[in-house]
């Protein structure tokens, strides 16, 4: 377990519909990083918050926004979705620019 | 660029050592990571090093580092079935990790 939760575990939505992603970092971390994964991209950096800022911004569509809040819990938010927005979605937190970056288990979303 | 290369996949008998290899390009990163993937779950720390070193071992995991080539490599000895899964380099810029593409490890008895 590294420390880091995310909700929900699945998701399944119908294009056109908005979603939220939740994320817990480990107890301490003041970082959480936004990661999409999918088959023919890979893992792709969305967005990175440290203690509720944003700091920066990696191949995050305009359709997809995230914040980070004051209790260091982290939202992404992705609307009007596609078939093509069917991915893991990860969330990693770590210490700012500690060593280590720990990854939650991800949300798988499917758009159909 | 931000381009991480690794080998797409790699097939190792039981009990024989595996190496994984992976380049870099952004000579200014601190750290460079090794994450396991197991099928359907998250990605898992396996280790580090830092980029002022030439190698570190762990257990069965011997990272080498060769800073002039910007190339890394994840050693694992005794491979076990217990290790096959998807293998991933990163390296650590300011305010992220770029990732490779990953490496499939297939360990056959």
């Known amino acids: 377990d590294s420390g880091v939760t995310q909700t929900p575990k699945h998701l399944i939505t119908a294009t056109g519909q908005r979603v939220t992603l939740r994320c817990s970092p480990r107890s301490g971390d003041l970082s959480v990083y936004w990661y999409q994964q999918s088959l023919d991209q890979g893992l792709q950096f969305l967005i990175q918050?440290?203690?509720?800022?944003?700091?920066a911004k990696g191949n995050i569509l305009e359709r997809f926004s995230a914040q980070q809040f004051p209790d260091l819990h982290s939202e992404l938010n992705l609307s009007s979705l596609e078939l093509g927005d069917s991915a893991l979605y990860f969330c990693a937190s770590s210490v700012d620019r500690g060593t280590e970056a720990f990854f939650g288990q991800g949300t798988r979303l499917t758009v159909v | 660029g931000e381009d991480v290369e690794q080998s797409l996949f790699l097939s190792v008998r039981e009990g024989d050592s595996s190496v994984i290899n992976c380049t870099y390009t952004d000579s200014s990163s601190t750290y460079l990571y090794w994450y396991k993937q197991e099928p359907g779950a998250g990605l898992q720390l396996l280790t580090y090093?830092?980029?002022?070193?030439d190698m570190k071992q762990d257990q069965r995991l011997t990272v080498l580092l060769n800073k002039k080539d910007k190339h890394l490599s994840l050693r694992i000895a005794d491979t076990q079935t217990g290790d096959s899964a998807i293998y991933f380099c990163?390296?650590?810029?300011?305010?992220?990790?770029?990732f490779g593409t990953g490496t499939r490890l297939q360990v056959f008895p």
């Open positions: 918050y440290y203690n509720g800022e944003e700091r």
């Open positions: 990163a390296e650590r810029t300011p305010y992220k990790l770029i």
């Open positions: 090093i830092f980029s002022n070193m």
